[in-house]
């Protein structure tokens, strides 16, 4: 059997961190099993569905790796929907039902005031053919429901909430399509998981009661159900589900100079007991990629571990994956100097301006006599060498001067800043000329 999985985004705004993280599962289980990734969009909704979010989708998921080897539209498969929906009603699995919302809401009402399931009482099922003809003279127009078997306990194993079991007796029957004759989520997922080929339905923890009706749809249409895993949904680090998180997108992590592998890092991981790693490849993500692993806790999403993680990210970063983000003649040297200062990428270009100057004059107080030595011992020493060394060498000599009342006065005047990279793979980078004047400045 050849794995295969789906990612199924709304095309009504940004992808979220949510949303990036099913994708992921969905994306490392199929490149673990050597199996297919497909991408669905569920753009049914032709009112809020937008192109732009269309490209958008696409463009963020290439972002980050995740390349679908195959991508459908729900919008051009309604013929297949609908030539399913017709075996079902002809079936006895779809009836049609003629409530208003008002209706429904107020039977619902009642239920819950004699302490009962708020569960719709197939009332439509009792309806004559001469009931619905004068309903719909009256111009009312049906709504489609899936009538569920009672008779059938509804069981799945799942990879990691374990034994699941429903009494669909329990349960409305779900509505399939509007009176308008649009379609809502629940059928035409399963007929495209069945057309597809499905084997392995990865979503979030909200989709556990879906899952149950789905099933009876998969069996209604003589498909077995694929396996599904639910996960436990994201929190925020307040601790509780937090709404920011659903507006937390892929456009935002790229502005704040956050890498796609930091974002693959802690996301495949998030969730399990497993450390979060700085990976730079996703082989090791991919290996240990595990629904064992994950437990039903709420799964924590704290941006400031994000930022820590892509620090140590960017740190391993080589220059010709940047080159083409730094600044105009900043080259590797530069590049491997300033790195391990970095937060992000973007950050390199306010090193690249301490090297190139101009920086801030410091008012150096009473290390100005100090300084206007530095300035001449730099004059003095070979630059060809190590001139830091030698610079602070021949000044720790000449005044005595050690630890941070020799390092940092130095520091200041050449950077204008108290702290940085490495002033000895600095110091060769700003250079002779730069440095004297500098130091003869403060």
Same mark, same amino acid.
Request: hydrophobic share 45%.
């Given at each position: 059997?050849?794995?295969?999985?789906?990612?199924?985004?709304?095309?009504?705004?940004?992808?979220?961190?949510?949303?990036?993280?099913?994708?992921?599962?969905?994306?490392?289980?199929?490149?673990?099993?050597?199996?297919?990734?497909?991408?669905?969009?569920?753009?049914?909704?032709?009112?809020?569905?937008?192109?732009?979010?269309?490209?958008?989708?696409?463009?963020?998921? !290439?972002? &980050? #790796?995740? %390349?679908? =080897?195959?991508?459908?539209r729900?919008?051009?498969?309604? /013929?297949?929907?609908?030539? $399913? @929906?017709?075996?079902?009603?002809?079936?006895?699995?779809?009836?049609?039902?003629?409530?208003?919302a008002?209706?429904?809401?107020?039977?619902?009402?009642?239920?819950?005031g004699?302490?009962?399931?708020?569960?719709?009482?197939? !009332?439509? &099922? #009792?309806? %004559?053919? =001469?009931?619905?003809?004068?309903?719909?003279?009256?111009? /009312?127009?049906?709504?489609? $429901? @899936?009538?569920?078997?009672?008779?059938?306990?509804?069981?799945?194993?799942?990879?990691?909430?374990?034994?699941?079991?429903?009494d669909?007796?329990?349960?409305?029957?779900?509505?399939?399509?509007?009176?308008?004759?649009?379609?809502?989520?629940?059928?035409?997922?399963?007929?495209?998981?069945?057309?597809?080929?499905?084997?392995?339905?990865?979503?979030?923890?909200?989709?556990?009661?879906?899952?149950?009706?789905?099933?009876?749809m998969?069996?209604?249409?003589?498909?077995?159900?694929?396996?599904?895993?639910?996960?436990?949904?994201?929190?925020?680090?307040?601790?509780?589900?937090?709404?920011?998180?659903?507006?937390?997108?892929?456009?935002?992590?790229?502005?704040?100079?956050?890498?796609?592998?930091?974002?693959?890092?802690?996301?495949?991981?998030?969730?399990?007991?497993?450390?979060?790693?700085?990976?730079?490849?996703?082989?090791?993500?991919?290996?240990?990629?595990?629904?064992?692993?994950?437990?039903?806790?709420?799964?924590?999403?704290?941006?400031?571990e994000?930022?820590?993680?892509?620090?140590?990210?960017?740190?391993?970063?080589?220059?010709?994956?940047?080159?083409?983000?730094l600044?105009?003649?900043?080259?590797?040297?530069?590049?491997?100097?300033?790195?391990?200062?970095?937060?992000?990428?973007?950050?390199?270009?306010d090193?690249?301006?301490v090297?190139?100057?101009?920086?801030?004059?410091?008012?150096?107080?009473?290390?100005?006599?100090?300084?206007?030595?530095?300035?001449?011992?730099?004059?003095?020493?070979?630059?060809?060498?190590?001139?830091?060394?030698?610079?602070?060498?021949?000044?720790?000599?000449?005044?005595?001067?050690?630890?941070?009342?020799?390092?940092?006065?130095?520091?200041?005047?050449?950077?204008?800043?108290?702290?940085?990279?490495?002033?000895?793979?600095l110091?060769?980078?700003?250079g002779?000329?730069?440095?004297?004047?500098r130091?003869?400045?403060?």
């Open positions: 059997m050849t794995v295969v999985t789906r990612f199924a985004p709304s095309p009504t705004g940004r992808l979220h961190v949510g949303n990036i993280r099913t994708a992921l599962h969905n994306w490392l289980f199929a490149q673990r099993e050597s199996g297919r990734f497909v991408l669905r969009i569920d753009d049914t909704d032709a009112e809020r569905s937008e192109e732009r979010h269309v490209d958008s989708i696409r463009a963020d998921l !290439a972002w &980050l #790796g995740f %390349t679908p =080897a195959q991508e459908v729900q919008s051009q498969r309604f /013929a297949l929907y609908q030539r $399913r @929906f017709d075996e079902l009603v002809t079936a006895g699995r779809i009836y049609p039902a003629y409530e208003s008002q209706e429904l809401d107020l039977k619902r009402k009642i239920q819950l004699r302490g009962l399931p708020p569960v719709y009482d197939r !009332a439509a &099922l #009792g309806l %004559t053919d =001469a009931d619905r003809a004068k309903l719909e003279a009256e111009g /009312a127009r049906p709504h489609w $429901r @899936f009538r569920l078997d009672h008779a059938a306990p509804i069981e799945w194993n799942d990879l990691i909430r374990g034994e699941q079991h429903f669909p007796a329990t349960m409305s029957d779900p509505v399939i399509r509007r009176a308008d004759g649009s379609w809502l989520y629940m059928l035409p997922s399963v007929i495209d998981d069945i057309d597809l080929g499905i084997t392995h339905v990865v979503r979030g923890e909200d989709h556990v009661s879906n899952t149950a009706l789905q099933i009876q998969f069996a209604a249409l003589g498909a077995a159900p694929p396996a599904f895993a639910h996960e436990a949904l994201l929190t925020g680090s307040e601790g509780k589900l937090s709404k920011r998180l659903g507006s937390v997108g892929v456009d935002q992590f790229r502005e704040a100079g956050i890498e796609p592998q930091a974002i693959r890092a802690l996301l495949a991981r998030l969730g399990t007991s497993d450390p979060v790693e700085p990976f730079m490849d996703v082989a090791p993500l991919i290996a240990g990629f595990d629904f064992a692993r994950f437990g039903r806790a709420p799964a924590r999403f704290d941006e400031a994000l930022a820590q993680l892509n620090a140590r990210i960017v740190h391993q970063l080589p220059y010709a994956t940047v080159a083409d983000r600044p105009a003649g900043m080259g590797e040297p530069a590049w491997e100097a300033v790195r391990p200062n970095l937060a992000t990428v973007a950050e390199a270009a090193w690249w301006r090297i190139e100057g101009p920086v801030p004059v410091p008012d150096a107080g009473e290390d100005a006599g100090y300084l206007a030595e530095a300035a001449a011992a730099a004059a003095a020493i070979d630059w060809a060498g190590d001139p830091w060394h030698a610079l602070t060498a021949r000044l720790k000599e000449a005044t005595g001067r050690k630890g941070k009342a020799l390092f940092l006065p130095l520091r200041r005047a050449l950077t204008g800043r108290d702290h940085g990279p490495d002033m000895a793979t110091l060769p980078l700003i002779r000329d730069r440095a004297i004047a130091l003869s400045a403060a």
